[in-house]
């Protein structure tokens, strides 16, 4: 039978961390309103070595870009322009 610590033990680290958010900024905010799929040079930014669509939380892009993002990044592939895998 396991024995369960009690809740008002010590706690591990001792010190209390602070975490900044970081600022939401929009990359594609100011540089485009509609991302085109012929514009790989561009998709290539959110698309690492593995050819994954970056997730938004790590892109940084709003929830509109990042709909408009994954059409272009799947349209290139379809088109040859970035690598599936």
Known sequence: MQQRRSSSGPRRGGKKRFYYRRAKVNPLLDKVDFIDWKDFRLLQNFTP???????????RA???SQRMLKVAIKRARYMALLPYA
Do not use: N, V, Y
Request: hydrophobic share 35%.
């Open 49 to 59: 070595e593995r050819a994954k669509i970056l997730p938004r939380r790590i892109s």
């Open 62 to 64: 709003s929830a509109r």
